[in-house]
Structure formats: structure tokens, C-alpha cells
């Protein structure tokens, strides 16, 4: 039987208390069941952010997406997630990546290192936030026994590493790019491999996790060649029945991307989306649909 849908929105701007709240809760009347942030300099801070976020509703769950572990401390990290959880009272899910990019490490003064270091830094994260979380000395302690975490992964060891501690594996659909700071999307075979070597490696797990994907684009419009204009732009040689075949995109009439949303669940597990804060609104009646067909 498919797991239920679940959404989020991942909120990047940064705002005064007042339009912050009421974006938040926005988020809430429209249906998402998750408030997210990123950890980006020039973005909200995400642990504050979401102790407002989550004063300001009453439904969703908050929480990072994703967070740069080389921006952290474990031991800090440990002080942020269990008090946030505690004052979020339980809602707060907590996703990680290695980051990928490097001029804000830079302005951080924070080393970048190779792409074989980063994951070992998120390797020690994870495993030191186990074991201070799960320890009863800890202090402060979170809310929930297990705060839940999201692994965004995409290569071979960061997918291990997802199948051995996500409660979430989180699909980016897409590579970095060349230039440093881009992401290159994957077409829909590619994403088939790589769900499928996740899933071999997950196949030991005692309760399967949940499979999420962020969405890059959301237009419900009947000229979605219009609305793909700029990433065309951006993907020179690109087709517009090439981009609309993008999982990340979700582009054209509504019951066109219904039935998208609801094909890439059969075909590669993904039953949580995220999207991103410019087509949150977009979204809302892809949401609306979904849950009036599962009614």
C-alpha cells in the first residue's frame, strides 16, 4: 500500500517577526504539513526560524532542509536540535546534508574540503548526534525520543549513509554542476537508478523510510512552455517535452501534474514533497487535489 502524501514548503526569505509569522501560517492554510529552511547565508537562520514558525501555528511539523553540517559543531548541534525540538513541543524534523557550496564556507572562514571529507563530517555528525540525543545524560533533552532525521543524498556513500541512519532519504534530484554552487537535474532513468541503489541498500532495514523529493518548479497553467522559459534559458539544447519530463518539475494543466505527482510516487516511492517558498501558492491546489482524491 503507498504511504500517504506528506508536503512541505521550504521557506527562503528572511523576514520581519510579523510578515514571518504570517507567511508561516499561510503555509498552514494551505495545507502543508511541513515548515521548512534551509541553511544558507543570506537565508533565515533555521533554528530560531522555526521555534517562530511553530509558535505562529498549530498543525505542521518544522523543520531544516537541510542543514550544511560543516557549518556545525556536533556537540552545539546536539544543544540546537534538543532544545529546539523541546520548544517546538516534538514537531521538529531534522535533515542534513554535507553542502555544496563552497564561497560560503569561504565567507564563514570554515574549510570546504573534498567531497570525501564532507560526507565524513556528516558521517561523525550523525553518528555523535545518536549518541548524545539518545543518551538520558544529555541536557538539554528534546521532546520527542527520536527526533526524526532527513539525509539528502544523491551519490553512493551518501546513500549508505542514508539507508543506515534516515527516518527520510531525500532525493535531490539533480548533481552539482559544473560551477561551483549549481545543481544539474537528473532525468527520470536517472533518478530510477539511483532510488533503486538506495533501495539495495536499505533492504536490511528493519521499518522502510519515508522517500521525499524536492520539486524546483511548480506551474499549474495551460502554456507550460511559457513557464519553463527560464529554465530553457538556463539549459541550452533542452526541449520543453524534456524539461516537462524533469521529476523535479512539475509543469501544465492541474490534472496533468496530479497525475504526475501520483506516477512518480508508484514509480519511485517518493510520498513527501518539497517545495520551494516561490510556488507555495502554485502548489496549493495540486495539495488540495491529492487529498480530495485519498479522501
Excluded at 508536503?7 to 504570517?22: D, I, K
Excluded at 553518528?127 to 533533552?141: A, I, Y
Excluded at 528493519?206 to 539549459?235: F, G, H, K, M, Y
Aim: aromatic content about 6%; charged content about 25%; glycine content about 8%.
Amino acid at each position: 500500500m503507498a504511504r500517504p502524501f506528506r508536503f512541505g514548503v521550504n521557506l527562503l526569505t528572511p523576514a520581519p517577526a510579523a510578515e514571518w509569522r504570517a507567511t508561516c501560517r499561510r503555509a498552514e492554510e494551505l495545507g502543508y504539513d511541513v515548515i521548512l529552511v534551509p541553511d544558507h547565508l543570506g537565508m533565515p537562520a533555521p533554528f530560531p526560524a522555526l521555534v517562530a514558525a511553530a509558535e505562529a501555528t498549530e498543525r505542521p511539523r518544522v523543520g531544516t532542509f537541510v542543514l550544511n553540517s560543516g557549518f556545525w559543531n556536533p556537540a552545539l548541534l546536539a544543544r540546537e536540535v534538543a532544545t529546539t525540538d523541546a520548544l517546538t513541543g516534538g514537531r521538529l524534523e531534522l535533515g542534513l546534508g554535507t553542502g555544496y557550496v563552497q564561497a560560503e564556507h569561504e565567507a564563514a572562514g570554515l574549510p570546504y574540503g573534498a567531497p570525501r571529507e564532507r560526507v565524513d563530517h556528516l558521517e561523525r555528525t550523525v553518528t555523535e548526534l545518536e549518541r548524545l540525543l539518545g543518551s538520558g545524560d544529555h541536557v538539554p533533552r528534546p521532546a520527542q525520543s527520536r527526533v526524526p532525521v532527513l539525509i539528502g543524498a544523491n551519490g553512493d556513500r551518501m546513500l549508505r549513509l542514508t539507508a543506515a541512519h534516515a527516518d527520510i532519504a531525500a532525493f535531490t534530484g539533480a548533481r552539482p554542476g559544473k560551477a561551483s554552487g549549481t545543481l544539474d537535474p537528473l532525468d527520470a532513468e536517472e533518478l530510477d537508478e539511483r532510488v533503486a541503489r538506495y533501495r539495495a541498500l536499505a533492504a536490511d532495514r528493519a521499518e522502510p523510510a519515508e522517500l521525499n523529493l524536492l520539486i524546483q518548479s511548480v506551474a499549474v497553467t495551460d502554456d507550460p512552455e511559457a513557464a519553463l522559459r527560464p529554465l530553457l534559458e538556463r539549459r541550452p539544447g533542452t526541449t520543453v517535452d524534456q524539461a516537462l519530463a524533469l521529476p523535479i518539475v512539475l509543469a501544465g494543466p492541474l490534472e496533468d501534474v496530479v497525475a504526475k505527482v501520483r506516477a512518480q510516487r508508484e514509480r519511485f516511492g517518493f510520498s513527501y514533497l518539497t517545495v520551494l517558498e516561490p510556488f507555495m501558492e502554485a502548489f496549493a491546489p495540486v495539495m488540495a487535489r491529492l487529498r480530495e482524491e485519498s479522501a
